[in-house]
């Protein structure tokens, strides 16, 4: 959930109300969430005239660089799912 906060401010987003709508969350679970990441350091929140928005630090980066390298490990890989699929069936000869 926080790393999908990460991303859509990465994209962007930077104010609370896009940020929850992008990451399709309930405003309860944005606000623990960008507690969560501010207390971190993985994001910083800067106040403006027409109110606040966030940023992702150089930490908040390295943190998604690291998630996404973790998500496309878990991938399973493509040459291997047509492989699969193609082993999925039972073939038989008269």
Not at 32 to 46: H, Q
Request: proline content about 2%.
């Amino acid at each position: 959930m926080c790393v999908d906060i990460l991303k859509v401010m990465a994209g962007g987003n930077r104010k609370p109300t896009r940020i929850m709508y992008k990451a399709n969350l309930s405003w309860t679970n944005l606000e623990g969430c960008l507690s969560f990441l501010g207390e971190r350091g993985l994001i910083k929140s800067v106040v403006e005239d027409q109110g606040v928005r966030y940023e992702v630090t150089e930490r908040g980066l390295e943190a998604i660089d690291y998630f996404s390298k973790v998500e496309s490990a878990l991938r399973y890989p493509s040459s291997l799912l047509g492989a699969k699929n193609s082993n999925s069936a039972i073939h038989f000869h008269h």
